[in-house]
T-cell receptor, first 113, second 114 residues
């Protein structure tokens, strides 16, 4: 059963800590994306990767980092430099090729203690 | 600067009637549009899409219309069902096929009343 798995579903962080959100896909998609959603807002792009060992900054990359060592995995680290990290984080992937739709995981809700 | 705008935060429609969700865009670079449906605490699910070279695309109860000159698109759901209650996001790909990610509107919360 193919899909995108995000873990954990809920995550709590103390101020000053870095935390890493997991995203794994078994859809054999080359491209992967991270978005952030705040209440009453649309999704905003943090980082994306079109191929292993390569990734690009999105619209709101400050305070975040990513890696893409394997095709299936695209973890997102929320660093202590991110001033307002409380949000709902969504990972997506898609086939390469023009105008292919993105498919999303079920998200991780990050809260600051 | 919102490039994709959904100006109605919520919409209430009676079951069985037509739901019309609207979306406007400001950047002519967008050439492909997608609608997503989202339930609370879940990821968005792809519904339907349309290319800028078309003015209509239909899939079952869902139809998307595109008016390129007005930079406006709409999603029609007929007939509306209780399971359609969700937040609907309009999103666009800029020229280049979408490799660099989607630009989303803020969403419209559709409520289907019995």
């Amino acid at each position: 059963d193919g899909g995108i798995t995000q873990s954990p579903k809920y995550l709590f962080r103390k101020e000053g800590q870095n935390v890493t959100l997991s995203c794994e896909q078994n859809l054999n998609h080359d491209a992967m994306y991270w978005y952030r959603q705040d209440p009453g807002q649309g999704l905003r792009l943090i980082y994306y990767s079109q191929i292993v060992n390569d990734f690009q900054k999105g619209d709101i990359a400050e305070g975040y980092s990513v890696s893409r060592e394997k095709k299936e995995s695209f973890p997102l680290t929320v660093t202590s430099a991110q001033k307002n990290p409380t949000a709902f984080y969504l990972c997506a992937s898609r086939l390469t090729g023009r105008n292919q739709p993105q498919h999303f995981g079920d998200g991780t809700r990050l809260s600051i203690l | 600067d919102q490039q994709v705008k959904q100006n109605s935060p919520s919409l209430s429609v009676q079951e069985g009637r037509i739901s019309i969700l609207n979306c406007d865009y400001t950047n002519s670079m967008f050439d492909y549009f997608l609608w997503y449906k989202k339930y609370p605490a879940e990821g968005p699910t792809f519904l339907i899409s349309i290319s800028s070279i078309k003015d209509k695309n239909e899939d079952g109860r869902f139809t998307v219309f595109l008016n390129k000159s007005a930079k406006h698109l709409s999603l029609h759901i007929v007939p509306s069902q209780p399971g359609d209650s969700a937040v609907y996001f309009c999103a666009g790909y800029k020229s280049g096929g979408g490799a660099d990610g989607l630009t989303f509107g803020k969403g419209t919360h559709l409520i289907i009343q019995p």
